[in-house]
């Protein structure tokens, strides 16, 4: 970029893509542990399903969707790069905590510190590669970063079982806690802030708060996104569970069937998401939530099918469909909330849309398919909590409804 001194490549487009790439790929590893960890917690600490699915989601959505707002203010203020780095170091320590957690209550708090740490890492990302790279490549720049989904999230289903089998599931968090914790401080001596507008010239929060509450299409894309992430977060924590529980495999199974499926189609469906959206959505802004419509539409009916499968191969089978669909949603509605508002708005605006879209799917998504478990084990036994996979992966079908009716409206609202 103009004005940067190769000595300063941190600061570059790329350099700055792949740490922050790198973090969240730490982000997802941290956030999703817990899924393919959760048989063992449960049978340690005597947990219910409905318990197992509060620590998955409310006690990581609690804080982690609330304190967005807050820290997203702090980033566009006093240095996006520096909340950041604060806030990996924090989430990784209390990652780290969870490995000594002897009850649901402990195990809660150190959920909740989890949240409140990762509530600093997304917003500040989304505006530090908004202001980054040129509008015709911002939907590919941030699937890029969001390729720290499946990418973490593989990790952690692949790390976490290996070391909770070999030692067991308390060292697991602690050791890929610490790993998180290494890479705090090589972030933040290399990726550096631009100079940010005066403090005077920063709108204050309400000002941001009424320009978006004040666009329909703000509200159609959150709640739509949130609609799909509470199927997305939901299946994705019960999923280890429900291959353990109804297809007879082991916790090192559970791990790889879900590593290859996120290596496998996760990140194609990120990336094909960033670039249809870039596509489609450069000469109609309306393609921004088209495409990941038509991914949430066929996503539902296949993820069922996948749940109700007679056998894991043939579960693996269908699911490497939905598996990439359900992320190619990540690049284009991202894109689309960054130019609701001006520059200078992007983190507040982002930390918003996070708190809707993570109060409804992760906040409840793992909550809801515990209970639905619960609810029917008297009448399916084992098959319960395959029947509250199924029938929760019907919210896609919302979500896709909600991303077509705001298509039209982003022509109208979109800032260039």
Known sequence: ??????????????????????????????????????????????????????????????????????????????????????????????????????????????????????????????????????????????????????????????????????????????????????????????????????????????AVFRRLAGQPVFWLLSFGAGAGSLCGYGLAFWLPALLQRSFGLTLMQAGQFIGAQLLLTGMAGVLAGGILGDRLGHGDRAGYARVPAIAYLLSGPLFAAA???????????????????????????????QHLVPPQERATASACFLLVNNGVGLGFGSLVIGKLSDHFTASHGEGALRLAMALTAGSYLIAALLMLLAAPRLRAAWRD
């Open 1 to 206: 970029m103009a004005g940067e001194t190769q000595a300063d490549g941190a600061t570059r487009p790329g350099a700055v893509l792949a740490m922050l790439l790198a973090v969240y790929s730490f982000n997802f590893l941290d956030r999703q542990i817990l899924s393919i960890l959760a048989q063992p917690v449960k049978a340690d600490l005597g947990l219910s399903d409905a318990q197992m699915g509060a620590l998955g989601g409310l006690a990581f959505a609690l804080f982690y969707a609330t304190m967005a707002i807050p820290l997203g203010l702090v980033a566009d203020r006093k240095g996006r790069a520096r909340v950041i780095a604060i806030s990996l170091a924090v989430w990784s320590l209390f990652t780290a905590l969870c490995g000594m957690a002897g009850s649901f209550t402990q195990m809660f708090l150190c959920r909740l510190g989890v949240g409140v740490g990762e509530a600093g890492g997304v917003a500040p990302s989304y505006a530090l590669i908004t202001e980054r790279f040129p509008p015709e490549r911002r939907a590919r720049a941030i699937a890029v970063y969001s390729l720290g989904i499946p990418l973490g999230s593989a990790a952690g289903a692949l790390f976490g079982a290996a070391i909770a089998a070999a030692v067991d599931w308390r060292a697991a968090f602690m050791v890929l806690g610490l790993a998180g914790l290494v890479l705090a401080l090589p972030f933040h001596l290399s990726v550096r802030d631009k100079p940010l507008p005066p403090a005077a010239d920063a709108a204050p929060a309400s």
């Open 307 to 337: 749940f109700m499968a007679p056998s894991a191969m043939l579960a693996f089978v269908i699911l490497l469909a939905p598996s990439g669909l359900a992320y190619v949603w990540l690049g284009p509605v991202i894109t689309a909330i």
